[in-house]
């Protein structure tokens, strides 16, 4: 069996399709995926019809972006029922903050010369959660700069003159809301977020899960992340966290995620295991 637990698509910020994912992933022969869109469920719907002629089973996913004093920390969520109404109206606030977000980075923009419009911004994001890289894509057709880490670098990052801090749950917070839509919070890719010392406290609130395989970790973080996992009981997840085309290749089945991944996610969800 072969799967991939951690896929984007332009329903955040992937480049992909959900259809053009489901397609990759059925050539590739894969034969489970969650989408696992960065705070919206938007694509999870034309994914799973993409694949009702095909021999892939979608897993309805997310992945909440949370907040720290220190840094940020993203929670995935899998076998959720993205079509709970007051699940999506916590993610409705956090879209609306994606917007009101960067309508004020635009107004520091102008401040130190930069003229964007926020309706093309809105255009170029789509149907994707709207968020910085695509205001970055509004300044390179604009000519400020020449490539969205410029833009990240010189405008818009951390501690830039445009920087605006995003409203974010906690990630506590998002572990109680993916388990109260029935769904199993995992930590994502934690050799990036850095914070190992909150894993304790997360397994507290529920967390079940710590992706230990992901197109970031080498063998070292499998290693250490795996044994962690063991130590607190957790299901060891995986993914290639694919958000379209990687330079000259995309990422999708190129982790190796144990077989016994997706087995233990259904044991946990009470599905029967195949």
Known sequence: MTVDLHLHTTASDGSFTPEEVVNKASELGLQVIAITDHDT????????????????????????????????????GYYIDYKDIKFKNVLKELRNARYNRIKIMIKRLRNVGILINFNRVCEIAGKGALGRVHLAKAMIESGYVQKVSQAFEEYIGKGCPAYKKRYKLTPIEAIKLIKSVGGIPVLAHPALAKKDSLIPKLVEFGLEGIEVYHSEHDKYNEQYYSAL????????????????????RTLIGTVEVPKKAIKELQRKHGLALV
């Open 229 to 248: 996992a063991e130590e607190y009981e957790l299901i060891k997840t995986g993914g290639s966290d694919c958000h379209g085309l990687n330079k000259v």
């Open 41 to 76: 469920i938007n694509g999870i719907e034309e994914a799973k019809l993409a694949a009702l002629d095909k021999d892939l089973e979608i897993i309805s996913g997310i992945e909440l972006n949370t907040d720290l004093p220190d840094a940020e920390v993203h929670i995935l």
